[in-house]
Structure formats: C-alpha cells, structure tokens
C-alpha cells in the first residue's frame, strides 16, 4: 500500500510539475535550448500587465524588493522572508495577508489550471505549504527564497514541489 501512495504521489506531483512547466515555458509551445553562452545570461526580468490595479501594485512592490537580503521572520522594509515579501507587497495594495505561508495559501481564489495564472497571484510550494512567490507573468515569479540569497526574481518552472496558486486581488 505505502508503495502504490508513493508511486501515485511521485506521479501526481511529475504531472503537476509538467503542467507547471508547459505553462511557465510558454502555454505549451516548443522551446529550443538557447546556446550556452546566450543561455549564462538571463533576460532581463520584465513582469507583464496585472489584471487589476491592486495586483499591479503588489508585483510593483515587490520588484522593488529585488536585492534586498532574506531574513527570516524578516517582513519589510529593509529584509524580508517568503511570505513577509508577499505580506508588504500586497499590504501596499492596501490588502493584508496573513504572516506564513501556510495560511496565505488559504485565502483569496484558488487557481486551479495554471494556464489562467496571471500577474499578483501567489504560488506556493512544497507538502505542506512553506514557501510563496509572486507570479508576475512570462512565466516568473519573484519571491525571498533562503538565508543568503537576495529577493529575486527566478523562472517559476524552476522551483520544486509546486502546491498550487491563489488569486488575491
């Protein structure tokens, strides 16, 4: 039993991932590799259009945030954790999320087909929820991901254990 649980997981995660993927690499159109020299440097992050005014300005905010260092518990103004990010960037929408993580994956309206993610939402990740980005289009979200490493923005594809997406605003 323990056996078919795990092979069904590992199977509904790779199927959830592919879908992730298929939709961040550009709603299911053929990529080739870029070559390797051209492929060393990233493209310039640029976030497409929200969908509402209030969403506009939490993907504002929060890639104004590039740079700035991680810190756990850290929630702005001067260093932030995954979901501190989150919390000011929407705060600054004049809407307040939860603290963690955890609880923001709770409100707002899920998304359930990633092909409909759109500019503002949030993404989560990992069983259970412990990490949480921003979606700011062209497949890319920014988030705080770890000690050490700066609010980046990272191809949304890239990061594993994908648990799901909500619409805030």
């Known amino acids: 039993m323990t056996t078919t649980r795990a092979t069904r997981t590992a199977r509904t ?16 159109m053929l990529l080739s590799p870029l070559p390797s020299a051209v492929a ?5 992050a640029a976030s497409a259009p929200a969908p509402s ?4 300005t939490a993907v504002d905010t929060a890639m ?6 991680y810190q ?7 260093s932030f954790d995954c979901s501190g990010l989150t919390s000011f960037a929407y705060r600054a929408a004049g809407i307040e999320l939860p603290r963690t993580s955890r609880d923001q ?8 087909d ?4 759109q500019p503002g939402d949030l993404l989560f990740f990992y069983s259970p929820v412990s990490h949480v980005g921003i979606y700011i289009g062209n497949g890319q979200m920014v988030h705080a991901s770890t000690e050490g490493q700066p ?18 605003a």
């Open 13 to 28: 995660t790779r199927t959830a991932r592919g879908a992730v993927v298929a939709v961040l690499a550009g709603a299911g």
């Open 40 to 44: 060393q440097e990233p493209a310039p």
């Open 53 to 56: 005014p209030a969403a506009q």
């Open 64 to 69: 104004a945030q590039v740079g700035k260092p």
């Open 72 to 78: 756990y518990g850290g929630s702005g103004p001067d």
């Open 105 to 112: 994956a709770t409100v707002g309206v899920p998304v359930d």
């Open 114 to 117: 990633v092909y409909a993610l």
């Open 151 to 168: 609010v980046s923005i990272v191809d949304a594809k890239d990061m594993p254990e994908y648990a799901g997406a909500r619409r805030i």
